[in-house]
């Protein structure tokens, strides 16, 4: 069975820093895309940051410069550094987890955890 389980969101006023988590079992871990998405209400779901097997890294313009993905396949985790949240950050942070077969791509979700960036 596949879990991806967030933690670490909260409510931060804005200049300040949080760290989300995401811990996976059930997955080669080690083999998969990595990502962290968000969703504020009344919004689409959008991609944050990504993170690929071999380390190479992905941010929406929105983020960059402030946010920092890593990931730690001894763990089976995937972080997310979120420094300077703005008011605009406020969203449902979810983990993803993607990979690419011959035959289609298979990707997994968190639950979701809510970040709130109070002005």
């Known amino acids: 069975q596949v879990q991806l389980v967030e933690s670490g969101g909260g409510l931060v006023q804005a200049g300040g820093s949080l760290r989300l988590s995401c811990a996976a079992s059930g997955i080669g871990f080690s083999i998969y895309r990595m990502g962290w998405f968000r969703q504020a209400p009344g919004k689409q779901r959008e991609l944050v940051a990504t993170?690929?097997?071999?380390?190479?890294?992905n941010y929406v313009d929105s983020v960059k410069g402030r946010f920092t993905i890593s990931r730690d396949n001894a763990k089976n985790t995937v972080y997310l550094q979120m420094n300077s949240l703005k008011p605009e950050d406020t969203a449902v942070y979810y983990c993803?987890?993607?990979?690419?077969?011959?035959?289609?791509?298979?990707?997994?979700w968190g639950q979701g955890t809510q970040v709130t960036v109070s002005s």
């Open positions: 993803n987890a993607e990979h690419w077969r011959w035959y289609g791509a298979t990707d997994y």
């Open positions: 993170i690929t097997s071999g380390n190479s890294t």
